[in-house]
Nanobody, 115 residues
Framework: QVQLVESGGGLVQPGGSLRLSCAAS????????MGWYRQTPGKQRELVAG???????NYADSVKGRFTISRDNAKNTVYLQMNSLKPEDTAVYYC?????????WGQGTQVTVSS
């Protein structure tokens, strides 16, 4: 079984920063891509940022220049550094790990940007 454990969410003021972490445990077969998605009530889950097994990254237009995704393969961990946060970034953030045949999700962590 593969488990993804997210941490780092919370309440932050507009313009502030947060760093999300997601540690994967269990049997994950390489290569695998990792990513962060977010979801707000009544809306579909959307991709925020992704990083491939080779280190290539992609970002939603709304977060480009503000968010940075990275991974530590030795720790099976993916990070999301979020800077210059805006109220519209408020959402539940989910970690995702995708192998050739399977996709795994974390339980989600709440990020609230509010003054």
């Amino acid at each position: 079984q593969v488990q993804l454990v997210e941490s780092g969410g919370g309440l932050v003021q507009p313009g502030g920063s947060l760093r999300l972490s997601c540690a994967a445990s269990g049997s994950i077969f390489s290569p695998y891509d990792m990513g962060w998605y977010r979801q707000t009530p009544g809306k579909q889950r959307e991709l925020v940022a992704g990083i491939s097994s080779g280190g290539s990254t992609n970002y939603a237009d709304s977060v480009k220049g503000r968010f940075t995704i990275s991974r530590d393969n030795a720790k099976n961990t993916v990070y999301l550094q979020m800077n210059s946060l805006k109220p519209e970034d408020t959402a539940v953030y989910y970690c995702n790990v995708r192998t050739i045949s399977r996709s795994y999700w974390g339980q989600g962590t709440q990020v609230t940007v509010s003054s």
